[in-house]
Structures are given as structure tokens and as C-alpha cells.
């Protein structure tokens, strides 16, 4: 059973902080996705990874970052939090980049003040 | 421009009732399509695949080029399909990665 975690479920974040989301996935995926989720908006893909060290950027990659040290691991870094960051982050991994299900993890709602 | 729209926020059907979320999208090669589901508190997963034509939990959808369509349908509404719903679509990018798009979503709610 494929398990996709992210560190945190809730979090919140002051204005100017530098907030790190985690992913991790067990299942040796090369592809790993951050989206945000908002309503109305559906989701939104911040930054892809499509193996260690390669990123690629989404449809919405100002005020992110991301790096990929470890296969397993996939961290979206948002240098300077602000208010128009808080939303639901969602981290997805893939086995390899033919195949189109994504395997979602719980999500990180952060909210930031 | 790739797009998918979801004209509803919000479905609200009485059990037993059909139910039909509607999808359309634009894209300019050959499409490929899918339904994500997300119940309350659980994680989004994958519900279909216009390709693989099968019915999963009693619902279909079938792809329509000449409408640009690919609308999820269940005949009979059940309590626990109350959820959120994401049509979404495949595209391919100048590297070779193929990437999702995902429409707004549409909450279905299925009242009793």
C-alpha cells in the first residue's frame, strides 16, 4: 500500500517566516508533486520533481521553493511566508513518469498571520 | 490553452436520485482524462480513467471529443458519495513529463 506522509497536518506561520512542508513517500516513486488546494480554485501545481536533485516549476511557483535531497523526500520552502500563502498543501508522488495516478498524501493546512 | 471546468462548486441530489458532474475541457492534442475523488477527511485518490472504460462504485464517464466532455454519472445517488470531486486532465510537457490539470471541483452532497 502506497504511503505518501507530509510532516504536519495543521500549522501556523507568521508574516516574513521561513516554513518548510515535508513529504516523504515509501514506495521508491521518481515523481513528486506540491499543489496547493484552494476553493474554487481546484489544485494548482507549485513544483514537480521528477528524480533526486531535478525540479521542474508548476503553474504557480512564485514565493516557493523546493528541494529534493533523497529520493523518499520532497520539501516545499516558502522563503517568506505571507498571507496569501495560507491555504491546504497537498504532496503527491508517482512511480515513474508514464504512469498518470498520483498517490496523495493528507495535506498541510497552514495558515499564516 | 489546456483548461477544465467544472461548472458547479456545489451538486446536492436526494439518495436514490441520478447524479451527473459535469467536466469540459481544451486541449489541443489527444486528451486523457480522469476523476479524483476526495471523501471527508481522507486523502484525494484516483476514482477513474476515461481509458480504461470501467465503472467503479457505480459511477462512469464517458469521453466526448465532439462535446469536449468527460461528465461523471451514477443512476442512483448513495449517502456515502457525498465528497468532493476533481475531473482532471493529462498533458505531456516540452520534457516529456506528463503533469495534471485539475479542474475547481465539484462538492457533491447526497442527502438522505
Known amino acids: 500500500d502506497v504511503k505518501v506522509t507530509q510532516s504536519s497536518r495543521y500549522l501556523v506561520k507568521r508574516t516574513g517566516e521561513k516554513v518548510f512542508l515535508e513529504c516523504v513517500q515509501d514506495?521508491?516513486?521518481?515523481?513528486m508533486f506540491w499543489y496547493r488546494q484552494d476553493p474554487g480554485l481546484g489544485l494548482r501545481l507549485i513544483y514537480f520533481s521528477y528524480d533526486v536533485k531535478m525540479k521542474e516549476k508548476g503553474d504557480i511557483p512564485e514565493g516557493y521553493s523546493v528541494s529534493r535531497e533523497k529520493k523518499e523526500r520532497f520539501s516545499l520552502i516558502l522563503e517568506s511566508a505571507s498571507t496569501n500563502q495560507t491555504s491546504m498543501y497537498l504532496c503527491?508522488?508517482?512511480?515513474?513518469?508514464?504512469?498518470?495516478?498520483?498517490?496523495f498524501g493528507p495535506g498541510t493546512r497552514l495558515t499564516v498571520t | 490553452a489546456q483548461r477544465v471546468t467544472q461548472p458547479e462548486k456545489l451538486l446536492s441530489v436526494f439518495k436514490g436520485a441520478p447524479v451527473e458532474l459535469k467536466c469540459n475541457y481544451s486541449y489541443s492534442g489527444s486528451p486523457e482524462l480522469f476523476w479524483y475523488v476526495q471523501y471527508s477527511r481522507q486523502r484525494l485518490q484516483l476514482l477513474l480513467r476515461h481509458i480504461s472504460r470501467e465503472s467503479i462504485k457505480g459511477f462512469t464517464a464517458d469521453l466526448n471529443k465532439g462535446e469536449t466532455s468527460f461528465h461523471l454519472k451514477k443512476p442512483f445517488a448513495q449517502e456515502e458519495d457525498s465528497a468532493m470531486y476533481y475531473c482532471?486532465?493529462?498533458?505531456?510537457?516540452?520534457?516529456?513529463?506528463?503533469?495534471?490539470?485539475f479542474g475547481a471541483g465539484t462538492r457533491l452532497a447526497v442527502h438522505p
Open positions: 514506495m521508491d516513486h521518481e515523481n
Open positions: 482532471a486532465l493529462r498533458r505531456a510537457d516540452s520534457g516529456g513529463y506528463n503533469k495534471l490539470i
Open positions: 503527491a508522488s508517482r512511480p515513474e513518469r508514464l504512469r498518470y495516478e498520483q498517490y
